[in-house]
């Protein structure tokens, strides 16, 4: 069996600027927070994050020393990078609302969603059989993408599924498919 531990990485400006991500540090209260979730983490076989400034800090916060793998590099965001929803939203409206609603559609010209689920879904396909336990450091659209994939859900429920910082999403597999697990109190 293979257990897979998604964690979301810490907060960063973007998040509470409601800004598209460029590749920026964490928050100092997000430093202080992935410490403290540090101990809810079990053993992990292999460890792999997204090569992103913010999925290294979070990583090294955690006290893993991860493999750094471009898979699970966020959505490239393209000319959007470092700008508002806001901003976004005044200034191509038509282009937001394409992207958000046709999954295939890049307006931004950065990747779109579908690729960014094609992407996720080949990266856990090559893990299926891995056995033990892996921990994936990543961005909550890349754990969207994962929990679609895993759900057999439509690309189109992309949206409905909120990924906060410091989520942590927990899979396993027995060899064919991918199970969401939801983790109970400890007893």
């Known amino acids: 069996m293979t257990r897979l531990t998604w964690i979301c990485h810490g907060s960063t400006a973007a998040n509470r600027e409601a800004r598209f991500p460029q590749d920026e540090p964490l928050s100092e209260k997000a430093i202080t927070a992935t410490h403290a979730i540090a101990p809810r983490l079990r053993h992990a076989d292999s460890v792999f994050a997204s090569p992103t400034l913010r999925a290294r800090q979070t990583a090294d916060a955690l006290g893993l020393q991860p493999e750094f793998c471009a898979a699970l590099a966020d959505c490239d965001f393209g000319r959007w990078s470092g700008r508002s929803f806001a901003e976004i939203q005044q200034a191509e409206p038509e282009s937001l609302a394409a992207w958000m609603v046709r999954?295939?559609?890049?307006?931004?010209?950065?990747?779109?969603?579908?690729?960014?689920?094609?992407?996720?879904?080949?990266?856990?396909?090559?893990?299926?059989?891995?056995g033990g336990h892996i921990v994936a450091i990543t961005h909550a659209a890349i754990i969207r993408a994962a929990i679609i994939n895993t759900l057999q859900a439509p690309i189109s429920s992309f949206w409905i599924v909120d990924i906060e910082p410091l989520a942590v999403v927990h899979m396993t597999s027995n060899g064919s498919r991918w199970s969401l697990r939801v983790e109970g109190a400890a007893t």
């Open 103 to 130: 999954p295939e559609e890049a307006p931004h010209g950065g990747e779109a969603i579908a690729t960014v689920c094609t992407r996720i879904s080949a990266w856990m396909t090559g893990r299926l059989q891995a």
